[in-house]
């Protein structure tokens, strides 16, 4: 129900938009979080956004460079990455929270898509 997408292999510095698409329901009163978990590590949050768009969420890691926006009308919610640096590199999951509200933690999500992985070179 959640299919994300935009990874790919940049350089440091680069950018990315990834997208993540809803399907099976309205996802317009959920809020959307992205995660990423690298090789040999757990999986972390990266940001989240509140159902009106109105409230973002940032980890200390991404702030000031990644961007977390959505379309409702859509159904897809979308993190622009720039100034991506090799510590980046991961699959990059979104996921879905029937609360409305966003959150850091992972166990507030209800649904999560299967992943894009991103990879920055040096």
């Known amino acids: 129900q959640l299919q994300a997408c935009g990874g790919g292999l940049v350089q440091a510095w680069g950018s990315l938009r990834l997208s993540c698409a809803a399907s099976?329901?309205?996802?317009?009163?959920?809020?959307m979080g992205w995660f990423r978990q690298a090789p040999g590590k757990e999986r972390e949050f990266v940001s989240a956004?509140?159902?009106?768009?109105?409230?973002?969420l940032y980890a200390d890691s991404v702030r000031g460079r990644f961007t977390i926006s959505r379309d409702n009308a859509k159904n897809t919610v979308f993190l622009q990455m720039n100034s991506l640096k090799p510590e980046d590199t991961a699959v990059y999951y979104c996921?879905?929270?029937?609360?409305?509200?966003?959150?850091?933690?992972?166990?507030?999500?209800?649904?999560w898509g299967q992943g894009t992985l991103v990879t920055v070179s040096s």
């Open positions: 099976g329901r309205t996802f317009s009163r959920y809020a």
């Open positions: 956004i509140r159902w009106s768009g109105g409230s973002t």
């Open positions: 996921a879905a929270s029937s609360s409305g509200y966003n959150s850091g933690m992972a166990s507030q999500y209800d649904y």
